[in-house]
Every structure is written in structure tokens, then in C-alpha cells.
């Protein structure tokens, strides 16, 4: 909007913030301004040609002191002053319908296909992806999640809070293929068998995309089908740690992302080693830094934030 087409002007800007103006008037006003009992030039209740009264004409003050509106700047401007209420709330995101909660019905995205990367030091890689896969799944599409090395310690408790919540939704599934302990960590968990797992991992990330290939994924799937029919949105959950633990290769992950078919949108998560070797190949890269967490203070994994 343009500075002068503002129709309270000359009442906001006027410096000595009564809201009136020198030619305004008020109701104690003086020389040649009127009042209820006016005086020499000035005009009563019954207004005369040029002054005014308490029902005010162009300039005129209300009863409560702030200018009237000119209506020569208050309609400048078209598309403010003029503009019809329900032509503006048509060109706001929803039309102007307020969102509200709907069942969910079988449906294919029309835009999915995309690679997503995310990775970094601080919390919230998983917790982005698992939001993505569930405001999929709330559009009625499908979608699985495949999760690598996600064991953890003993302040974990075996069901995780995403996994009750996935068994509740439909059109989204998971898998969970690690087990107690961490690779590479002394916690009594054996190397070779988180190896195995994740070799296993891949083998089966590589059955879903090479399902999702054969799939129509331009149209809906059954929301209680096997992830093998097809699925429109996988995620691989921390697969990037493997590559970083040297469990997987730059180039198995490659294979993966040059196998998706064209409508599978891929999402990768993990590792606090930046994947080089996706930055040429990902749609997405986003790095999630650490700038404080609880657990540098000692804090252990709680119960409805971690797990």
C-alpha cells in the first residue's frame, strides 16, 4: 500500500496524538472551530453550509475525538479499501476454510519422486522423517518405514512410542532391523551381527524399491496392503550411519537411490558425517546441527521425545 493511501492518516501522524488535526475539531474546541454551544461563526447540532457537527461531514471529529475517515483516500487504494472480503479469503492458502480433520481414503500424490537427505550432529532426523511419513499417510498414501541399526541402550525400552502410534494409522508400516547396542560400541553387543543386520537391511530396502518399480505408483494402493504391492513414500532410517560405520558402502546407497522409480519419494536419514556422495544426487540436503542437547549434561533417553 502506497504511504498516502492510508485513510487514518491524519490522525495517527499527527504529533500531538490527540487524533485531531489543525482544521479538526473537538469538542472544546476554539477560535473558529464549533462546539455544542457555539459561538460567533460557529454552527449548533444543526449544522450549517461549511461547519461542522456532532454528526460530522469530510474533516469532522467524532464524539470520541478521532478523525473520520476521508473517503477520497480510503478508497485509493482498490485493492484494500474496495476489495471484496470474500475475493481476498479465496486467494489465501485454503480458500479461507479453516483445516480440519477428514478420514483418510486411499489416494496417490502427484508429485512425489524426490531424493531427501537428512543428516547432522543434533536431534530430529528421524522425528522429521517419521513427520513426513505420517502427513503422507494422512493424505492416503502409502507408506513404509525401514529402520537400520536402531537398537539403542538400555535407558530404551523395546516399544517405541512411533512404532504404537504407526500400529494405529492406516496406510503407513515399519520395520525395525536392529537390535540392542550400537556398532562398534563396547555394550555387549556383537559387530558382526549389527553387520549382518544391515546387509540384511539393504537386501530388503532393494526388494521395496524394486516392488515400488513394478507398482503404478500414480495410483492408490490398499492402505492395509503388504509394503510389497507398493508404496509412494520410503523411508531408510539411519542408512546413513551405516555408511558412516563402514557397514555399508557410498555405493550400495547409490544403487538404492539409482534404483527408485520415478513417483518414489526416498528419504534417508542418519550419520554426523556429511554424505558427500548424495549431494549430487538428492533433491533435498538438509543438515540438522546441534547447538545444545540434554544429553552433553547427562540427560538419558526419555520416554515420549527420544523413543
Do not use: C
Amino acid at each position: 500500500m502506497k504511504d498516502t493511501d492510508t485513510a487514518d492518516a491524519d490522525a495517527t501522524d499527527d504529533p500531538r496524538g490527540d487524533g485531531a488535526s489543525d482544521t479538526d475539531t473537538t469538542d472544546d474546541a476554539s477560535d473558529t472551530d464549533t462546539t455544542d454551544d457555539a459561538s460567533d461563526t460557529d454552527t449548533t447540532d444543526d449544522a450549517s453550509d461549511t461547519d461542522t457537527t456532532d454528526d460530522a461531514s469530510d474533516t469532522d471529529t467524532t464524539d470520541d475525538g478521532t478523525a473520520d475517515a476521508d473517503p477520497e483516500t480510503a478508497d485509493a487504494d482498490p485493492e484494500t479499501a474496495d476489495a471484496d472480503p470474500e475475493a481476498v479469503r479465496r486467494n489465501t492458502p485454503g480458500r479461507g476454510v479453516r483445516p480440519e480433520a477428514r478420514a483418510v481414503e486411499p489416494d496417490a500424490p502427484k508429485e512425489f519422486g524426490l531424493v531427501q537427505v537428512w543428516w547432522g550432529d543434533g536431534k530430529g532426523k528421524t522425528t522429521a522423517a517419521l513427520g513426513m511419513a505420517v502427513r503422507a499417510a494422512g493424505h492416503g498414501f502409502r507408506v513404509h518405514v525401514l529402520q537400520f541399526l536402531k537398537g539403542g541402550a538400555d535407558s530404551v525400552e523395546a516399544v517405541r512410542g512411533e512404532y504404537n502410534a504407526i500400529a494405529s494409522l492406516p496406510g503407513i508400516t515399519y520395520e525395525n532391523l536392529g537390535h540392542y547396542g550400537w556398532a562398534g560400541m563396547a555394550d555387549g553387543s556383537d559387530d558382526a551381527d549389527h553387520a549382518a543386520e544391515v546387509r540384511a537391511g539393504f537386501d530388503r530396502a532393494r526388494e521395496l524399491i524394486d516392488a515400488a518399480a513394478a507398482a503404478d505408483l500414480s495410483t492408490p494402493f490398499d492402505l492395509d496392503g503388504a509394503p510389497e504391492q507398493g508404496v509412494h513414500l520410503l523411508v531408510l532410517d539411519e542408512i546413513l550411519y551405516a555408511v558412516s560405520m563402514d557397514l555399508l558402502a557410498p555405493d550400495d546407497v547409490l544403487a538404492l537411490v539409482d534404483a527408485a522409480p520415478d513417483g518414489l519419494e526416498l528419504v534417508l536419514t542418519g550419520s554426523h558425517e556429511e554424505p558427500t556422495y548424495l549431494l549430487d544426487r538428492a533433491d533435498l540436503v538438509t543438515e540438522v546441527r546441534k547447538s545444545k542437547h540434554p544429553m552433553d549434561a547427562g540427560q538419558r533417553a526419555r520416554r515420549g521425545t527420544e523413543y
